[in-house]
């Protein structure tokens, strides 16, 4: 089973409407990345979020991180074309993240966002 | 800033064959690392370099490998490629700091 999961796998959203997209952990979850993909393109870096309940935005987009529920949710109001693309939650499991870049991350799957004007 | 660049962008090789991979990473970051990026498989780590040691490796075989320069560049080799092995290869870089790690466009690898 996949240690991070994401959903919705795939979404369609009229523009100007509001979404989100969780990331569930199986193991431990100190930190988490989000990241948005265009097709086969490089990750472009969001948001990072280090402690539980914290939250950041930026622009539009909104992630929290709930320790307890091993969860974290990117939130996006009012959407725009220029969100489109793959979002992606990336984490180092099962340990503290610490400095010297932690380690390898390990990502979700993805979740596809296309907007509909 | 110039941000974490690879080459080449695309390439295409034929099974058995063996191909390196180059990352530059982004000026005073001395981490870099390598990831795979196959359909259907989603973004997989690799490898893991620090201060020209390998830190850590995914659950890849040993035909996968790599190293880092003085300069902090790395390499990955890929020595008698799969099929499989056709991919989106990224490179990262990020300070030794508690920090983000930074992407590359990647090089696309098609086995043919």
């Known amino acids: 089973s996949q240690e991070l999961e994401q959903s919705p796998q795939s979404l369609i959203v009229q523009e100007g409407k509001n979404l989100t997209i969780n990331c569930t952990s199986s193991?431990?979850?100190?930190?988490l990345y989000w990241y948005k993909q265009k097709y086969g393109e490089g990750l472009i870096f969001l948001m990072m979020?280090?402690?539980?309940?914290e939250e950041k935005s930026h622009e539009k987009i909104t992630a929290k991180l709930d320790e307890k529920k091993q969860q974290s949710s990117l939130h996006i109001t009012a959407s725009q074309p220029s969100h489109a693309g793959i979002y992606l939650c990336g984490a180092v499991l099962g340990k503290r993240y610490s400095g010297g870049g932690a380690d390898g991350l390990t990502f979700g799957k993805g979740t596809h966002l296309i907007i509909q004007p | 800033e110039a941000g974490v660049t690879q080459s080449p962008t695309h390439l295409i090789k034929t099974r058995g064959q063996q191909v390196t991979l180059r990352c530059s990473p982004i000026?005073?970051?001395?981490?870099v690392y390598w990831y795979q990026q196959a359909l259907g498989l989603g973004l997989q780590f690799l490898l893991w370099?620090?201060?020209?040691?390998?830190?850590n490796r995914g659950n890849f075989p040993p035909r996968f490998s790599g190293r880092q320069f003085p300069n902090y560049s790395s390499e990955l080799n890929v020595n008698a490629l799969e099929l499989e092995d056709s991919a989106l290869y990224l490179c990262?870089?990020?300070?030794?700091?508690?920090?983000?790690?930074?992407f590359g466009d990647g090089t696309r690898l098609s086995i043919l």
């Open positions: 000026s005073g970051h001395t981490s």
């Open positions: 990262a870089s990020s300070t030794s700091s508690n920090q983000p790690q930074h």
């Open positions: 370099y620090d201060e020209g040691e390998e830190r």
């Open positions: 979020l280090q402690k539980g309940g």
């Open positions: 193991k431990t979850l100190y930190g």
